[in-house]
């Protein structure tokens, strides 16, 4: 179980080393198929569908930039818990990623009816394939295999494995969005992209210190024979 977290600690910090290049890579890319692509770059968008892109930033963020992260720092604080305090963490976890299955699930619907969906960008592609992921995982949790259970390890290292695949890459996703609606609007996303950095590199750290609270009030304490 500890290499296991070790090991998320280490998908975390990787990360950070990995999306900006990513993202900028992405952008690049975007950038040139959008040119070659979207030939209606050039119009005016009505206001619904100014609106209908807002909204759909929004659900996405609340899924995969708020709830579905926040949802993982509270099953990892069940870990050091026990009894009724363990079990609201659970609770709470799944609560938070059931939320975050529909608003994405809402924000694809929204996709769907409202945009233009030829998938020509990373941005559509990378959302196609998470919510496929998501409901793969809200179902594998559905499934999950009663303790003492022979297939109980595989599966939680399998639904552990895909969550934390589903989260990191969700992120990314969300800064090619801020990409793709600064192109589409042609408005500043910096401020956004900032204040989101500074609420994922927040949840890091809490993530990251799970592991490490218990054993820092330790350092305080004097163990005498």
Not at 32 to 50: G, I, T, Y
Not at 136 to 142: L, N, T
Not at 190 to 198: E, G, N, Q, V
Request: one cysteine or more.
């Amino acid at each position: 179980m500890r290499i296991l977290h070790s090991a998320a600690s280490l998908s975390i910090i990787s990360y950070c080393a990995v999306s900006i290049p990513f993202v900028a890579c992405s952008s690049y890319q975007d950038h040139v198929e959008d040119r070659k692509f979207n030939h209606k770059a050039d119009q005016q968008l009505s206001p619904k569908m100014v609106s209908d892109i807002n909204l759909h930033g929004v659900l996405l963020w609340a899924s995969m930039g708020f709830l579905m992260p926040l949802g993982v720092i509270a099953v990892r604080m069940s870990h050091r818990e026990e009894g009724g305090r363990r079990k609201a963490l659970i609770y709470l976890h799944f609560v938070l990623q059931i939320l975050s299955v529909l608003l994405a699930t809402t924000g694809a619907i929204m996709s769907i009816k409202s945009f233009e969906n030829s998938f020509y960008n990373n941005h559509q592609r990378i959302g196609l394939g998470l919510y496929g992921a998501i409901w793969v995982q809200a179902v594998a949790g559905f499934l999950r295999p009663h303790r003492g259970n022979k297939r109980r390890s595989t599966w939680y290292f399998v639904h552990w494995i895909l969550g934390t695949v589903i989260s990191l890459v969700g992120i990314i996703n969300i800064y090619t969005g801020f990409s793709a609606y600064r192109r589409k609007m042609s408005r500043s996303t910096r401020l956004l992209a900032i204040l989101f950095t500074a609420q994922v590199s927040f949840m890091a750290f809490v993530y990251l210190f799970q592991d490490r609270w218990e054993h820092m009030q330790q350092q305080g304490v004097s163990f005498r024979r």
